[in-house]
């Protein structure tokens, strides 16, 4: 069994890694930002050091926040978006509550009803989530065939109701203008 510390050889301290870490993926600050705001505190750190600080501590933080998310509302607003991850255009799934909370994304490289249902699925199985009350998705054609054979395995309730009404997921759709997509993309990627 091996109880070492994950920061054992570590040039730096843990509370550091973890604090540039944590900046990374909190704020919208680049690896260069964090670099010079450690110089202001007299810290000599390469922005390449805290790249890859992120790349080894941003699963483990993930795992370890997931559980003490706060519990979701029963009404959910779902929408994709095409974005460029390492050079190749992805599906980006994305859900929130009716408050604005997300509930989750997945990357997929296709938009089919097997990519919506796995996207289902997942939101399904997060601890932080409560069996939705309603579905409300875009005029996407793939969304009801994965509601429909969800419902059917019993994944949903029998009573969900999926509305398919393109200006009730103004929600999600402006928080895809939102810098968080792009920290939760960059995350999602530390965790493939």
């Not at 509302?73 to 599906?91: A, F, G, L, N």
Request: aromatic share 10%.
């Amino acid at each position: 069994m091996n109880n070492c510390s994950p920061f054992k050889w570590r040039h730096f301290e843990a509370d550091i890694i973890m604090l540039c870490v944590r900046w990374y993926l909190r704020y919208s600050l680049s690896y260069r930002d964090l670099e010079e705001m450690m110089a202001e505190r007299g810290l000599s750190v390469d922005h390449t050091t805290i790249y890859r600080w992120v790349q080894r501590s941003a699963p483990e933080l993930e795992k370890r926040c997931r559980p003490h998310l706060k519990a979701t509302t029963d009404s959910w607003r779902v929408d994709e978006t095409y974005v460029k991850v390492k050079k190749i255009w992805m599906y980006l799934y994305r859900a929130v509550d009716a408050q604005g909370n997300t509930l989750e994304f997945l990357l997929s490289p296709t938009r089919d009803a097997e990519a919506a249902e796995r996207f289902f699925s997942k939101m399904l199985a997060a601890p932080h989530t409560v069996p939705p009350r309603v579905i409300t998705v875009d005029k996407n054609a793939a969304s009801p065939k994965a509601f429909k054979e969800l419902k059917e395995e019993g994944a949903l309730p029998q009573a969900c109701e999926l509305r398919q009404v393109k200006y009730l997921n103004n929600i999600v759709e402006q928080d895809h203008r939102a810098h968080q997509t792009r920290r939760e993309t960059c995350v999602k990627l530390l965790l493939a």
